[in-house]
């Protein structure tokens, strides 16, 4: 079976969530990550009002519509990317004091059929 590794980001490593593996069994890669993402999302949805008021604040999803072309959706891709990166942040020392782990996902899906690309 062939495997290929695309970059998504403008990172162009695997260290983030900026990748997609163009198999089937990449695809339900994808599909676990994000049910996974759900079952933590439920979670702190159930136990919200639990948290302190600055991590409720803080806290939340958001949902918007755009419309872009290709270059100037991945130039918000990879911006938003490179906000990420800087915040990431997998060595202890590096974190600063209060800094507790944080599930985000981004999703940008076009919200168009294929033949409307053309």
Request: net charge neutral.
């Amino acid at each position: 079976m062939s495997v290929t590794l695309r970059f998504c980001g403008a990172a162009r490593t695997v260290t983030g969530s900026c990748h997609l593996f163009e198999t089937p069994a990449g695809r339900l890669l994808v599909e676990s990550v994000q049910a996974q993402f759900e079952k933590v999302r439920a979670n702190y949805l159930d136990h919200e009002a639990s948290y302190p008021a600055d991590w409720q604040r803080a806290a939340g999803a958001s949902q918007e519509v755009l419309h872009v072309t290709p270059a100037e959706l991945e130039e918000i891709r990879a911006s938003i990317h490179e906000i990420l990166a800087r915040n990431r942040r997998l060595k202890r020392h590096d974190q600063p004091p209060g800094a507790r782990r944080v599930h985000v996902m981004l999703n940008f899906t076009p919200w168009f059929t294929p033949d409307a690309a053309l």
